[in-house]
Structures are given as C-alpha cells and as structure tokens.
C-alpha cells in the first residue's frame, strides 16, 4: 500500500465546522469595512520577489530567512508568494495610478505564506486581513485606523483586547536614533544572543522587539527613540493620541514597538491580548509615507494594518464566542422510482422559495435515511414514497424538539407554505 500523502508542515486545513466560523468573522469584517467606506481589491499570492526585497527590507528576519521564493522556469524571472500584503497593494496602486485623482481606502483578504517554525497562531500559511490607505496625510486616519480595530473587537463580542503605539519619526531621525543605539548595545555585546547580535549592525531596532528574557533589563536601560523627534513628528503623535483621548480610547505607548518591517515611518501600533500566549498580537500596522515612492510610485502618503485571522478566531474561541452551528431547514427524504423523480423537482421548488434542502443521495431505506435526516439537525423531513408521488403530495416531519415526530401530508405546491409557517410560528 502507498503512504497517504499529508499537508504540507505548518499549511493547515480548515475542515467545515471552523470554516463556518471563519465565515461568520469574514462576513463581520466585510460588513465592518464597508462602513467605514474601505473598498475590496483582490491581489496576486506571486509577485516579484524584487518587490519584497526593496519594501520590507534587505536586513529584516522575513526576507533573509522566511520567504518562500523561486525562479520561473520559463523566462527566469525570480517569484517569491507573498509574506504579507502592504508592498503588493502599493505595487497595485503604482502599477493602475490608483491614487492619483482622489485618496482610496482599500482592503484584501487572504493567505500569506512565511518559512517559520509553525505554533498555534503562527503557520507557514496563514490568512490576514489588510486593510490600506493612500493619499491621507494627517494624523486622523492613523486614529480611524485605531479605532476601526476597537469597533470590530466589540463587534466580534471580544474583549480583554488593549492597544499599544509608537512613534518612529521619520527616516533621518531613526538614522541619529540607530546610532546612538548600537553604541549602547555594543557596551552589552556579550549578552546578547545570536539575533541580536546579527541584528546589531543590520536592524538595531528589532532588538527592542526581543521576547528573551535574559535581555530583558538590559533592553529596558536602551536610549528611547522618542528622544530623537523633531518638531513634525511629535506634533502627528501628540495629535493622534488627542484624537484618541477626546473619543475615550484607552492606550499604552510602548517605546519598545517597532514593527519588523522597514518602510514603516510616524505612527505604529498593535492590538495584543494575553489569551494566547506567545502570539499575542491580533491587529498591528502604522504609515508608511515612503513605501510609493521607493517601489517607484510618486509621493504618497500611507497607512495600514494587518489582522491575523487564525489568532482572531482563536480568541473568539477563547472568549467564548463561537456562534452555533447554521443548520439545514430540511432534510429530504425519498425511495422509489417515481418518488426519486419527484423528490428532485420537489427540493428544487424549495429552493425556489428560500428553503434550505440537505437532498439524501445514496439510496438506502426510509429507516436509515430517517436516521441521517435527525441527525442532521434539519427543523423538517420531508419523505416521499411512491404513495405521496401518486398523490401529488409529501409528508412533513418536525424533527425539533418539543414538536417532534409531529407529522402531516400536504400538496406538493403547498410544502413551502407549511414550512414557513411553521417557522414563522417558532421565531413568533
């Protein structure tokens, strides 16, 4: 016998029962974009690996060791699936001068792909929402990203979710910053580990973001970023934080959040939770005013998040706010030769009229398909034997309980009616 062949280490299937939840949420977040006037575009999982090299950064964790790249066989051409979603929408907004006669909201969903050790919340494919916006300068759409976020977490029924934000000035300030504060880790340089210390003189910043403990006094003695703000800067912090304060918008700054991406610049933040340990972080984003013009776009400001929507329905689990199962309104029941053939025009009818029919294919005898339609969780069997099928009529069968077992035949052209009835009579 042949080995059955798995799914590929950390690129999981969703099976039906979580992909209805993953529905429900993916409903929610369209409802939820739309009223804030966020428009869909749907991006290409390839692009040009040159693409994520020139956006996120030469020196960062996702470009040197996490992505999934390869050459095209046919002309050459170097191709990467994308680790995230922010360079492909620009490239986007670039490549079909998206943003050049009015700002655009936008949003995309779908799976992204990183080479990591996977862990519950963190897999080699996994799904984000992105949310993106071009042309907004201010610090007002920062704070109705922000806020977008404390909206959907009500939304969702999830609490226990806080906000942390940071400034990272602009390019030239992190460049004084940057400095001084390799000089500072370089004092240390024996207890660091060894992402730190490659990271030292190629991505300073990233190890403020260190999860080891041993680092952790040491980190907490590092100069603050803060420090190294002009004017500018300051004035498009202090002005989102007072957008958030007069809509009553709870915050921590963190000086330490900096994000792993290097096109970040001013404003960046994180949704984190403490419910589902290590991979705390649901919602995280910032602007971006650089990226357009480095993929060769024309200045253009810019600012988004991401959403991991494995760690949001993770805590939706653990908040306890898994909606039951939607069942089927009818479960079809049928043997015969003549009552196959009406059982068919039958269920389509339904259909017709709004009801959900689960047709029983297979055969079988009334007995054992009987059995399958309670265990279906379906309100109603309809049966039809050869008996209804001369007559013109079906059998209904309540299958809830407190009615069950309930049972009368009707006319076929007045199956529906009785349906709904019955199921206005139970919502009444």
Not at 74 to 91: I, K
Not at 138 to 143: E, H, N, S, T, Y
Not at 156 to 161: A, K, M, R, S
Not at 201 to 220: C, F, G, V, W, Y
């Amino acid at each position: 016998m042949s080995q059955t062949i798995q799914s590929v280490r950390g690129m999981n299937d969703i099976l039906p029962e979580e992909a209805e939840l993953w529905g429900m949420v993916e409903d929610t977040v369209r409802s939820w974009l739309k009223s804030y006037g966020y428009r869909p575009i749907r991006l290409p999982i390839v692009e040009p690996t040159p693409l994520f090299t020139r956006a996120i950064g030469a020196v960062t964790d996702i470009v040197e060791k996490e992505m999934y790249s390869f050459e095209d066989s046919l002309n050459g051409e170097q191709l990467t699936l994308r680790p995230e979603g922010t360079a492909g929408c620009a490239r986007a907004a670039i490549q079909h001068n998206l943003a050049a006669q009015h700002p655009r909201r936008l949003y995309y969903m779908g799976p992204m792909f990183r080479h990591e050790r996977p862990q519950k919340g963190r897999y080699r494919q996994f799904n984000q929402v992105g949310v993106e916006s071009f042309g907004f300068v201010g610090p007002d759409i920062d704070a109705e990203q922000i806020l977008m976020g404390a909206r959907l977490w009500g939304d969702l029924g999830l609490d226990g979710v806080t906000l942390q934000i940071n400034s990272l000035g602009q390019p030239d300030e992190r460049a004084s910053y940057r400095a001084e504060l390799v000089a500072y880790f370089e004092q240390y340089a024996d207890s660091l580990d060894e992402d730190a210390r490659r990271r030292l003189h190629t991505n300073p910043l990233r190890i403020l973001d260190s999860k080891n403990p041993a680092m952790q006094e040491m980190i907490a003695g590092a100069p603050q970023l803060m420090t190294h703000l002009g004017t500018d800067s300051m004035a498009h912090f202090e002005g989102l934080q007072r957008i958030l304060r007069d809509l009553g918008q709870p915050c921590e700054i963190n000086p330490r959040l900096v994000r792993g991406l290097d096109y970040y610049n001013l404003t960046v933040f994180e949704w984190v939770t403490d419910r589902l340990g290590a991979q705390g972080t649901i919602c995280a984003g910032g602007r971006y005013d650089g990226l357009v013009e480095q993929l060769g776009g024309k200045p253009t400001p810019a600012c988004g998040f991401a959403m991991g929507m494995e760690r949001i329905v993770n805590l939706l689990r653990e908040s306890g706010g898994e909606p039951e199962p939607e069942l089927t309104d009818v479960y079809l029941v049928h043997q015969g030769g003549a009552a196959s053939r009406l059982a068919a025009r039958v269920a389509e009818g339904l259909r017709d009229q709004g009801i959900d029919v689960l047709f029983h294919c297979g055969g079988g005898s009334f007995k054992s398909q009987m059995k399958k339609a309670d265990a279906s969780g379906a309100a109603f069997a309809v049966i039809i034997g050869d008996d209804e099928a001369e007559a013109g009529e079906v059998t209904l069968k309540t299958l809830r309980a407190g009615q069950r077992g309930e049972q009368k035949r009707v006319a076929v052209d007045l199956a529906a009616d009785a349906i709904m009835d019955f199921f206005d009579g139970d919502n009444a």
